[in-house]
C-alpha cells in the first residue's frame, strides 16, 4: 500500500515534469512534453536529459516548497525551470554550467512561485517572465564572476558602434520551421518539425495557429526590414507562436469580439523583439521569451477593461 | 431617429478625440482640445490633423474594444494615443512614419486599458506611462528594423564619452513659452502661448499654476547648473508643468495641509529629468513625459499613507 | 504639561530617528542605533551628524505628512532617509552635497509611504528599495546638473571594453569585518566590529546570524571567482547579511520546514551583487543594498505559495 502510494507519487512527478516541458508551449500534456524532449534529443542527448531533470527539479522544488498540488501537477511550477536550465547549459560553457543549471531549474520554481503572488491581483499569468529574467542575470553574472562562462556570441556592445545591415539571403523555409524550434532554442529543422507535431498531438488547432504565428511573423520581418540570419534562424518567429497561442487560445474566453487580435499581438512581438534586441544590445543579452511576455501581457491586461479584444 | 442618434454618436466621438488632447493637460475640454490643434497648426497643419486623427484613433479603438463609454466619452483612452501618433511623426523620418503613427495610436488605447487595470489596486492614475514606453520601444525598433526610420538627433552615447557643458546663452523668454510648447512638442513661443490661452479657457487656477511652474522649473535647472540650450528650448519647463497640475489641483482632494507639495513635485520633475537624460542616452532616447510621471505618482502613492502632503 | 508633552514629543522624535538608524539593519533599537552612530563617529563625525540628522528629517517628513504614528515610531520612515543621507555625502563631491543629503532624505521618506501603498496588496515590504532607486538618480543627474558632482570614481564604462581581472591578494579578516561595516559604507574594520556589537547588542541570534551571511559570502564570491579587492573590502558580504536578517529572522515565521533557505538567499545576493555591478557599469553606479532588496522579495513573494520555504 505504502509503497503503491510512492509509485504513484514518482509517477505524477514524472508527468508533472512532462507537463512542465510542454508548458513552455502553453501546453498541458505529457505525450507533448515527451516529443518534446525527443526533438530536443535529436539535436543532442545530454541537452534533452538536462531539460527533464531541470523541469523535475522545479516540481520537486515546488513539492517541498509546499506549493499547491494542482498547479505541480498541471506543470506551472516546472516549465520556468525547463527553459532557465536549458538556457543555462547553451548560453554558459564549461562543465560547471551543468551545475548552475540545475541550480538555476531551483530559483526558476521559487521565482514562478513568486511571481504568482505578485500578479494574482491582476488575475494575469507570469508566463516566462521569472526564467527571463533569472536567464539575464546568470549570463551577466559572467562578467564579474570567473565560475559563469559566457559564449562568446553574447559580446555587449554599444549602440553606437551597432550598424543595421539586412544584406544576405533569406531562407524563408528554414526560418519557418527554426521558428518552432527556437521556442526551445533549436536552431534546427527537424527538431522544429517534431515539435510541430508534438503541439499537433495536443490541439489541431494550437498547431493551425502556430503556421499561421510563424507565417505572419515572417512577413511581417521581411516587410519590415529585418537582419535576414534573425529571420532565417527563426528568431523572429517563436515569440509570435507563443504570443498568438495565449492571446488566441489559451487565455481566450472564446466570447470575444474581435478575430485578429491575437494576429495584431504576433505581429507586436515582432516589433518588441527588434526593440529588445537594441535594448539589450550593451549587455550582449537574448532576448528570450520576454516579446512574448510583453506582448501577451499588454492583451490580456487591456482585456480586463476591453473585453472584446 | 436612427439617423439622429449616429450624428450624436458620431459627436460624441468627435468630442470624446477633442477631449483626448486636451487631457495631455490634465484637462477635460473639447475647447481647450480645439485651441491646441490651432498651436499644433502654425507649426504644422499636417502634425495637427494626424494629432486629431490619433485620438480619434485612441476613441475608435476604445469604443470597439467594448471599454466603458463614460471614460471613453471623457478622452481618458484617446491622449496616449495623441501623444504617440505625434511622437511618432516627429521622431521618425520617411513617409511610412504616418502608418506606423496610426499603428501606434492604436496601441496607446490598448495599453491604457491594460495600466488602467495594473494600477486599479492602488487608486492612482497610469498618466502618460503607455505612450512612453510604447514610444521607446518604437524608436528603440529602428536599430533593427529600416521599416523605422529615427531622425539624426536621437543618437545612442555612452555615458562614457558624455561631457557636460553647460556653456551659451539663456534665453529666458523661449524657456518660459516653449515649456509650454514642449508639452506638444512644439519648440515655438507662439505655439506655447495659445496653448497657455488654452489652459486658462479651461481654468484660471491651472493658468496660474503653469505660470508659476514654468518659472520655478526654470530656475531651478538655471541654479542647478543645467544646459543652457535645454533650458531655453523649454526641455526642463514642460514636465514641471503637468506635474504641479497633477499634484496641486487634478489629483487634489483640497484638503491638504501642505501648501507647497506641487512646488517641491514640479522641481523634483527637474532632477528626473537631468538623471533620466543621463540613463537614455546610451540608447538615443528623449525622456518624454517620464520625468512628469515620475514624480506625479511619488507624491499620488505616497498621500495615500501621507495625506497631509 | 504643555512643556512636558512636547518633551515627549521631542523624545519619541529622538528615539525614532535612532531606530531609523538600526532599522536599516531591520532591527527597532534605539540603542543599536547609538552604537551604529559611534561606529560611523569612528570614520567621520560630520557623517555621523548628517546620518543622524537625515534620520531625524525622514521622521519629521512622516509626521508633518501625517503618517501612522506607530510606524513612525519604529522607525519605519527614517531608514531609507538616513541611507540616502549617508549615500548622498560619500557619493557626491563640493559643500552643496551637505544641502542635497537633507533634501533626499525628505524625499525617501515620501518616497517610503508611497513604497508602502505599493507593496500592501502583495503583504511584502518595501525594504531599501525607495533609498536605492532615489540614490540612483541622484547620482546620475550629476550628468546633466553642475550643483550634483559624482566622486571620481563612479565612472560610466561600457561593458564591452570591460575584462575580469581577479588577480591580487585576498585578505578574509578585512573581508568579514568590513562586510558588516558596509552596510553604512564604512571601508573600516574597527567600525565593522562594533556595528556587529550594536547587532548583538539587539539580538544574539541576529549577531550569529551576520557572522554566518559573512562567511557564506566570502567563501561564495571566493569559489565562483569574484574580484579580489571587492571581496576584501566587505562589498560582496553586506547584501549577505541584510538578506539572512530579512529571510531567516525578521520577516520569518518560524514554522518554515526548510532551515537553509537563508543560506541560500544569501548567496543568491552575492550572485546578484555581480549581475548588478554588471547591469549597472555604463552608468557607473554602485548596486547598494539592492542585491538584498531582490534575493529577499525573491524569497518573501514566494513564500506566499510556497510556505515551507
Known sequence: MQKHQVSNNTLTMFSASLKGISQVLLIENSVTGLIVLVAISIYSVPLSIITFISSLIGTVTAKIGGADEKLISQGLFSFNST????????FLEG?????????????AAIFTAGMMHLTKPFDVPSLTFPYIILTW???????????FEAINSLVPQGLAYWHLDISGPIDFISGFTKSIGQIYFLDNIWSGLIILAGIFFASRRLGMLAIYATIISLLAAYYLGSERPLLSSGL?????????????????NRKKLIPFTGLLAAVISVLITASLDSFLL???LPPLTMPF???????????????NL
Chains 1, 2, 3 share one sequence.
Request: proline fraction near 3%; glycine fraction near 4%; charged fraction near 5%.
Open 83 to 90: 527553459l532557465s536550465g536549458l538556457a543555462t547549459v547553451l
Open 137 to 147: 542575470f546568470l549570463l551577466t553574472a559572467s562578467h564579474r564572476l570567473q565560475f
Open 282 to 284: 550593451p549587455y550582449g
Open 95 to 107: 562543465n560547471q554550467r551543468w551545475i548552475i543549471a540545475l541550480f538555476s531549474a531551483v530559483i
Open 293 to 307: 511576455v510583453l506582448s501577451t501581457w499588454l492583451f490580456l491586461f487591456a482585456r480586463k477593461l476591453m473585453p
Open 236 to 252: 523572429y518567429g517563436y515569440n509570435a507562436i507563443l504570443t498568438i497561442f495565449a492571446v488566441s487560445d489559451v487565455f481566450h
